[in-house]
């Protein structure tokens, strides 16, 4: 049974439903090395999700949890969603937003902690943003999420300036993922011959 921090009795009371049925299936359904918690606040800007679920071997995991039904969503965007609520149509962040954002966060907070970085050996490397990327050069650069480009209210032009500096920054090998269609992506297909998708 994995553990949530804080315990789900201590959590019962801020809850929704929806994120009490998902706590009591997470308890019940991962195994004792799965570490879960609850709202914990990330960074200096106190970012939170919903959970955060962390496995030594499989990594982390950010999930936010809505007991939204399909007929309520009247518009979503890479920001926000328009639901309509007993009381009217309501805009609330999109929790995909939400999670993106606490993630930043983490990872600026990951990259801090000498524990995590591997100085040597097999799994030298390093945590950054393609911002601080720069000037700095690595056998093998890995670029996660690129469905997320151009991020919200940034210039495409510069966003594809600074992907190509972070793309560059590989010596040997670059390895880009991207979980979702855009434009920004169809465009970097279109120019890579060896762009390989893995649906």
Same mark, same amino acid.
């Given at each position: 049974?994995?553990?949530?921090?804080?315990?789900?009795?201590?959590?019962?009371?801020?809850?929704?439903?929806?994120?009490?049925?998902?706590?009591?299936?997470?308890?019940?359904?991962?195994?004792?090395?799965?570490?879960?918690?609850?709202?914990?606040?990330?960074?200096?800007?106190?970012?939170?999700?919903?959970?955060?679920?962390?496995?030594?071997?499989?990594?982390?995991?950010?999930?936010? /949890?809505?007991?939204? +039904? $399909?007929?309520?969503?009247?518009?979503?965007?890479? &920001?926000?969603?328009? %639901? !309509? #609520?007993?009381?009217?149509?309501?805009?609330?962040?999109?929790?995909?937003?939400?999670?993106?954002?606490?993630?930043?966060?983490?990872?600026?907070?990951?990259?801090?902690?000498?524990?995590?970085?591997?100085?040597?050996?097999?799994?030298?490397?390093?945590?950054?943003?393609?911002?601080?990327?720069?000037?700095?050069?690595?056998?093998?650069?890995?670029?996660?999420?690129?469905?997320?480009?151009?991020?919200?209210?940034?210039?495409? /032009?510069?966003?594809? +300036? $600074?992907?190509?500096?972070?793309?560059?920054?590989? &010596?040997?090998?670059? %390895? !880009? #993922?991207?979980?979702?269609?855009?434009?920004?992506?169809?465009?970097?297909?279109?120019?890579?011959?060896?762009?390989?998708?893995?649906?």
């Amino acid at each position: 049974m994995a553990k949530l921090i804080p315990s789900l009795n201590n959590c019962l009371s801020r809850m929704q439903a929806g994120e009490k049925r998902f706590a009591r299936r997470l308890e019940s359904h991962l195994e004792d090395d799965y570490l879960c918690w609850y709202e914990l606040p990330v960074g200096f800007r106190h970012r939170y999700s919903d959970f955060i679920v962390l496995h030594p071997q499989r990594g982390l995991l950010l999930l936010e /949890v809505k007991d939204w +039904k $399909l007929e309520t969503i009247r518009c979503i965007d890479r &920001t926000s969603a328009t %639901l !309509l #609520t007993p009381q009217g149509l309501k805009t609330v962040a999109n929790p995909l937003e939400k999670v993106r954002q606490c993630a930043y966060q983490l990872v600026r907070q990951l990259e801090k902690d000498p524990q995590l970085i591997h100085h040597g050996g097999r799994y030298q490397g390093k945590l950054m943003t393609m911002h601080s990327s720069k000037g700095l050069e690595f056998p093998v650069v890995a670029i996660p999420g690129l469905g997320y480009l151009p991020a919200e209210g940034a210039d495409p /032009v510069t966003e594809a +300036k $600074l992907l190509y500096v972070a793309m560059t920054r590989s &010596t040997d090998k670059l %390895l !880009l #993922t991207g979980h979702r269609e855009n434009e920004f992506l169809h465009r970097l297909q279109e120019t890579g011959e060896q762009l390989v998708t893995i649906p």
